[in-house]
């Protein structure tokens, strides 16, 4: 069966085209959240196998050098694309419609120039040229920042200002696939995402081995040259794969990959390209999203002010690892239900224009998509509390074994171990979290995204205040930032919980997170399991007969969860 445009719709847009519209939403981001997943287990496991092969090669401080660098890329995209992402995944049905209606179109009709799906990605492709727009400054003004303010340890390292220049490029590069991402995420197209970034990964990890290892046999001194080396592989072939899957969608169709006018033209649009009611979203999330940026790498920005270059490579060590398990699993499913919570809170809004009989229709698919919403969450945040139980049980006294032996006795004889043992305690929070700033990102007004920019404010004094203490006034060095990591993840979460409780009790879906705990009995079987770890951990090394008595107490809680 052909769409009106003559493009062949996908095996999937047919077998939900019989499913109700909420039903298919929550299938296809099942179902791409399930993409993600693999994408990141794919990705993180070849990352984690190649950065075994590197820490053999790597010093505390080189691995802090290429943290910094990594550090800059991240801020450069997270304020050109990342609130026109949130932006953009919240639409209504009836956005594309209403400049028709301003035109005096009929919106049901089949008019030569309004195609509402074609319309509404061409949308999106315009605004995402935005973030092209706004990154490229950003590029080269926080490459100026870095450069200027660098440690002179730092500035010593062997191709230190090629390394940064290749990190600009990279950057930029990989900003210019923005375009293809957009359509690739308002049409659901998850397997071609997961396929672009796992073929990118890929052709990062071999660039970034590759010429690390040749670079130790022929005895040449590249610094972080490799990693920046990785970061252009990664964004070439990422835009490849983009060009090569999304740019024939919009073959015969009536949008484009590139920025063109919007027909009809409507009093909505600037310059007929750019939607107004979209850009203001865009503008009250980026606000926001300045404080959230702050929040989410104000670790990395306070060891680096903060701590010597080795104490940031074994924070960032430790970081990684104890962050692989949210990376993997937690982020993808962020990610997805973002979008999804984005169509279901969204969706059937009616418009202010419409008749009393269209609102009163739509009421009650309104109150359906309500409570799928509240399910959803609910069942999230119940498997995460099964999840953190495992975590806070098992990861802290098996840290220091499992680090000993995949990054070896230079890196288990620093403070890494410490670290990373802290961080298992962090992880739950950061699960719940995300889930919760999810469904926020997509149900707040701008009026209450303001207001959670003014309370992000607050956070992030707590935060800098906590931060300055346990580094500065107790020196607690790396350990110690996880603590403050806590302290502002939990004043992010019991936010994000009481605007979560109320939008839903509003809508008459209420919610009661005490139904997402466990068991008691499961709850005490974890606490129980932890308490006798924690107290045979340091026999762990004494002799592998004490380690398997370990592994087989973890094993024993696995069955009893």
Same mark, same amino acid.
């Given at each position: ?9 996908? /095996? *999937? ?6 499913? /109700? ?125 870095? $450069? ?99 740019? /024939? ?61 080795? *104490? ?75 999840? *953190? ?21 230079? !890196? ?9 043992? %802290? ?11 995300? $889930? ?9 007004? /701008? ?5 959670? *920019?003014? !309370?992000?404010?607050?956070?992030? %004094? ?11 006034? !107790? ?60 107290? $045979? ?13 370990? $592994?087989?107490? %973890? ?7």
């Amino acid at each position: 069966m052909q769409q009106p445009d003559g493009r062949q719709p996908e /095996p *999937s847009q047919v077998k939900d085209a019989n499913l /109700p519209m909420s039903s298919s939403l929550l299938a296809r981001s099942t179902k791409g959240a399930t993409y993600l997943i693999l994408l990141q287990i794919g990705s993180r496991a070849l990352t984690f196998l190649v950065n075994q092969i590197l820490l053999r090669f790597l010093s505390p401080e080189l691995l802090g050098i290429s943290t910094q660098l990594e550090l800059y890329s991240i801020s450069v995209l997270f304020f050109a694309r990342e609130s026109l992402r949130v932006a953009l995944q919240r639409q209504d049905d009836d956005d594309a419609a209403e400049p028709a209606r301003a035109e005096g179109l009929d919106p049901s009709q089949s008019h030569p120039t309004f195609k509402k799906q074609d319309r509404s990605i061409q949308e999106v492709v315009n605004l995402s040229y935005l973030a092209i727009g706004l990154g490229l400054p950003l590029a080269f003004l926080f490459a100026a920042l870095y $450069i200027r303010n660098a440690d002179p340890l730092v500035l010593g390292t062997p191709a230190i200002k090629a390394s940064v220049n290749l990190y600009i490029f990279a950057t930029v590069l990989e900003l210019l696939s923005e375009p293809c991402f957009a359509i690739g995420q308002q049409q659901l197209l998850y397997g071609t995402r997961a396929s672009a970034e796992t073929l990118a990964t890929f052709s990062r990890c071999v660039l970034t081995c590759a010429t690390a290892v040749w670079a130790n046999k022929t005895d040449t001194s590249l610094g972080a040259l490799p990693f920046a080396i990785g970061q252009v592989g990664y964004a070439a072939v990422l835009n490849i794969v983009y060009l090569a899957c999304i740019g /024939p969608f919009g073959s015969g169709a009536s949008f484009s990959i590139f920025v063109r006018p919007i027909n009809p033209p409507s009093a909505l649009l600037l310059w007929d390209r750019f939607p107004f009611a979209r850009l203001t979203l865009a503008f009250n999330i980026y606000a926001q999203s300045i404080f959230k940026h702050v929040l989410t790498t104000g670790d990395s920005l306070l060891i680096a002010a903060f701590t010597s270059l080795q *104490s940031q490579g074994a924070y960032t060590l430790a970081s990684n690892y104890g962050g692989l398990v949210a990376r993997m699993v937690f982020q993808p499913i962020e990610e997805s239900s973002r979008s999804l919570f984005g169509r279901l809170l969204h969706q059937t809004a009616p418009s202010s224009k419409s008749s009393d009989t269209v609102k009163v229709a739509a009421r009650p698919e309104k109150l359906k998509q309500m409570d799928q919403a509240a399910a959803y969450l609910l069942t999230l945040l119940r498997i995460y509390s099964l999840i *953190s139980i495992a975590v806070v049980a098992l990861g802290p006294p098996f840290s220091p074994l499992l680090l000993h032996f995949v990054a070896g006795s230079r !890196w288990s004889d620093s403070d890494a171990p410490a670290v990373l043992s %802290a961080y298992c305690y962090y992880i739950p929070l950061l699960a719940v979290n995300g $889930i919760l700033e999810a469904f926020v990102s997509a149900a707040a007004s /701008p009026a209450q995204l303001r207001a959670q *920019s003014a !309370w992000m404010v607050a956070f992030s %004094a707590a935060f800098a205040a906590t931060g300055v203490l346990v580094l500065k006034v !107790w020196d607690q060095g790396a350990q110690g930032l996880v603590l403050a990591n806590a302290v502002n993840m939990t004043c992010r979460i019991f936010w994000s919980s009481l605007f979560v409780s109320d939008h839903l009790r509003l809508h008459s879906a209420p919610l009661r997170y005490w139904d997402a705990l466990p068991s008691v009995g499961t709850m005490i079987c974890g606490f129980g399991t932890s308490w006798y770890l924690n107290r $045979i951990e340091n026999t762990f090394f004494e002799s592998p007969w004490h380690a398997l008595h370990g $592994i087989v107490a %973890a094993a024993g809680f696995g069955m009893a969860m």
